[in-house]
């Protein structure tokens, strides 16, 4: 029986479909353990590729006959072999191309919805990553926010729908993912736009990125408004878009709120991010649809895969928003914290400019899922 390929785009429509599929992952428990392919209808069995160096005959009672099966590895080389070891027993199995690697990096664009004037806006998702990046059109100009490393995505998206990148932002110094900002923007030409208060390192020309700016795309047809919202980092910024739109960058997610510490300064920025979420963003319209840079768990997405929610009811149902007591607020962001990322300081450091690590140690750092929030 020949052994199927299957592609992160195709597992990403069975997630946001919530299908059915049975993942026989062959890393090591750690591993899998710490992150995995998520999906509601998802089954798992974690069986370490070097138990099976012997045969596979020992797991054929551990695998079901209706369900189809996808093997996955790190990097695809260990469940091809292990795909073809079940094949040679009659098993229906396919493989995940380019392993958890692909996974990490792959990005499903997704139509967030239209803009008053002409235009759109797009959320692209990293499925496997939990990162959030963002394209805003408007008479054939566009703007990117929090792009990722992988920035053929967003060129090959943009030419293909006959649009001009011209600008890119920044809301914050990321230090879970590398940014792709300063690259598109060297080989597009377009603006590059940084808060200063988080670029006082780097070792690169921005634009500063500061309170109430108004960005234009497209012949005037579209503002956007920085509004300084600080807390996760001392320089984040927000972005309303359209009178629509709160872009919260990594300061509000759907279901728990930014982290403040990845500047090693919790104790600092715990009142900036109370400040940013209990008056900055009490005062804007509960109408305004907050899209953020990252989601935690599957469960946040939406039918059609996106990640959204009315700011009201966030301040309804987000825990992070309901706690009255100061005292209660300091203690869930200091003291709830989940692991820091993988190698977020060689993270910071690569987005400041300081160090420029080849392609395969940027996805070594990058390995891992959303450690950004907190709930």
């Given at each position: 029986?020949?052994?199927?390929l299957?592609t992160?785009k ?5 997630v946001?479909k919530?299908?059915e599929?049975?993942i ?6 750690n591993d899998?353990?710490d992150w995995?392919?998520e999906g509601e209808k998802f089954?798992y069995?974690n069986i370490p590729y ?15 006959n209706?369900?189809e099966?996808?093997v996955v ?11 073809e070891?079940?094949s040679?027993?009659g098993?229906?199995v ?5 392993g958890?690697?692909?996974w990490?990096e792959y990005?499903e664009?997704?139509?967030v919805?239209d803009l008053?004037?002409g235009?759109?806006l797009?959320q692209?998702?990293?499925?496997g990553?939990?990162?959030l990046?963002y394209m805003?059109?408007?008479n054939?100009e ?22 001009k990148i ?22 597009t ?5 940084l808060?200063?208060?988080d670029?006082t390192?780097?070792t690169f ?9 108004q960005?234009m795309i497209g012949n005037t047809?579209l ?5 300084y919202s600080?807390g ?7 972005f309303?878009?359209d009178?629509q739109?709160l872009l919260s960058?990594?300061i509000l997610?759907i279901?728990?709120i930014?982290?403040p ?5 919790a ?9 940013t ?8 319209s509960h109408e305004l649809?907050?899209l953020?840079a990252h989601?935690m768990?599957?469960s946040?997405l939406?039918?059609?895969g ?5 700011l009201?009811t ?9 706690l009255?007591n100061?005292?209660?607020f300091n ?5 709830n914290?989940?692991?820091q990322?993988n190698?977020?300081?060689e993270?910071?450091e690569?987005?400041?400019g ?20 907190v709930?």
């Amino acid at each position: 029986m020949a052994v199927k390929l299957m592609t992160s785009k195709e597992v990403t429509k069975k997630v946001i479909k919530k299908e059915e599929l049975f993942i026989l992952d062959v890393r090591n428990q750690n591993d899998f353990n710490d992150w995995k392919i998520e999906g509601e209808k998802f089954e798992y069995l974690n069986i370490p590729y070097f138990e099976l160096l012997d045969g596979v005959e020992g797991i054929l009672n551990q695998l079901p006959n209706d369900k189809e099966i996808l093997v996955v590895c790190a990097k695809e080389g260990s469940s091809v072999m292990v795909a073809e070891m079940l094949s040679e027993y009659g098993v229906s199995v396919s493989y995940l191309q380019g392993g958890m690697k692909a996974w990490s990096e792959y990005l499903e664009p997704i139509k967030v919805g239209d803009l008053v004037n002409g235009g759109e806006l797009y959320q692209f998702v990293r499925i496997g990553k939990g990162c959030l990046s963002y394209m805003l059109v408007s008479n054939g100009e566009a703007a990117i926010i929090d792009a990722t490393r992988m920035t053929d995505v967003y060129i090959d998206f943009a030419r293909d729908i006959n649009a001009k990148i011209v600008h890119i932002f920044d809301t914050h110094l990321h230090a879970d993912h590398i940014s792709g900002g300063r690259k598109i923007a060297e080989l597009t030409g377009a603006t590059y736009w940084l808060p200063p208060k988080d670029a006082t390192e780097v070792t690169f020309s921005y634009n500063p990125l500061e309170n109430n700016n108004q960005i234009m795309i497209g012949n005037t047809t579209l503002s956007i408004q920085a509004l300084y919202s600080p807390g996760h980092t001392i320089g984040s910024t927000s972005f309303i878009v359209d009178e629509q739109y709160l872009l919260s960058g990594d300061i509000l997610f759907i279901d728990s709120i930014g982290r403040p510490d990845l500047a090693g300064l919790a104790e600092d920025w715990v009142g900036d991010l109370r400040e940013t979420l209990y008056r900055r963003y009490k005062e804007l319209s509960h109408e305004l649809i907050v899209l953020p840079a990252h989601f935690m768990v599957i469960s946040e997405l939406n039918e059609d895969g996106s990640v959204s929610e009315k700011l009201g009811t966030l301040f309804e149902n987000n825990h992070g928003l309901n706690l009255s007591n100061e005292y209660e607020f300091n203690k869930l962001v200091t003291e709830n914290l989940p692991p820091q990322p993988n190698s977020y300081q060689e993270i910071r450091e690569t987005n400041m400019g300081k160090v420029t690590p080849d392609i395969e140690k940027q996805r070594e750092m990058e390995i891992g899922p959303n450690r950004c929030a907190v709930r």
